[in-house]
Every structure is written in C-alpha cells, then in structure tokens.
C-alpha cells in the first residue's frame, strides 16, 4: 500500500521490485488523477489520511494480507528551508506544527494494517528536529507496534545512479528478521577499485 503517494514514484519503484500493489491514497486531487492516469489498475483513494481507516482499505482489497506500507509524509516541517530555517527567530515548536503530525497519521495505519515491514521517507532534516528528538519519538512508536529492527539512514540518490545530488531519510521497519542495507553504486566502484589494485 502507497500512502502519500503523489504521481507515483515510489509506486513505479515497487512494482519495479515486483511487488503488487494493491491500493494508493493521495489528498491531492491532480497527483491523485496523474496516478491513475499512470496506474489505472491500481485504486486510488483521494482522501485525507486523517480520514483514512484499515476498515475502508480493506472494503477495497478484500482480505488480502498487506506485506508493506511506503509512504513519504508531506515534509515541510522538517525542512530547513521555509518556517523552520528561521527556527530561532520564529517560535518555531515542532510538536505543535501540524504539518509534522501526518507522520503519526502514517503510523497510524501501520499499526491498523499490521504489515509485516514498513518504508518510510522524508527529507534529512527529519533526523535534527527538536534536536533528534522527535526521531527518536517515532522510533519509539514503532518499536511499541513490534518493529523492533528498525534501519534508517540518509541516503544521496546520486549514490544509486541517480543523476540529482538529492538525499532523503529512508527508514525500514520489520517485525522479524534483518534488513540488509543495499550497496551504494560509488561503494561498489570503490570497493571494484580497490579489489583490481590489491590483485
């Protein structure tokens, strides 16, 4: 399931992965209809997340299981830029922003869904706000939900082949087992690099 899922670019990623995806919710009425127009096979919800239920995912899916939920909640307030780059001078309080509450909304339906591992995306400045704190926060909400490994790492796209110096908080969550942390394009160069001069 694809939440947040804009015109479809972490769509077009899983099923790339060959993974089927069952159902997308987006808020925004021309992302909603560029991604049908991109996967008319795929549902589309368009509707807030707010006034999204497991009870209405699954009207729509039926009983199928759900093995993963994406999602890149909307992101600025965890951005530098705008509000929060004038942090000191603007009584910026993060716990209040309501901007950042669609990261718990996300959770939310994790925790409704019960997947068996999670992706979740955001910008690098997920990571200092409130001084790590609110990471740790949302970590912390996972864990109670029994995703217990959970991996993040900021992540430059130009490292995977990516023409765009673009780097994003990726996390993964799962229930069991370990998730191994996929080599970097410029690492396996490197690493090639090293392996010819040392033979």
Known sequence: IDLFSGAGGLTIALKESGFNVVLANEINKRFAETHSYNFP????????IKELTAEKIHEIIGDKE?????????????????????????GYEPKTDPRNH???????????????FFFMENVKGFTNLDNGLFLEEVKKQFAELGYNNIWWKIVCAA??????????????????GEFEYPHDTLATICQRIAELYSG
């Not at 669609?102 to 068996?116: A, G, Q, W």
């Open 41 to 48: 096979e795929i549902p589309m919800i368009e509707q807030d």
């Open 66 to 90: 759900v093995d993963l939920v994406v999602g890149g909640p909307p992101c600025q307030g965890f951005s530098i830029f705008g509000k929060r780059r004038f942090v000191n001078t603007q």
């Open 102 to 116: 669609l990261v718990y909304e996300y959770i939310r339906i994790v925790k409704e869904l019960r997947p068996k």
């Open 159 to 176: 490292d995977y082949g990516v023409p765009q110096n673009r780097r994003r908080v990726v996390f993964v969550g799962l229930k069991e």
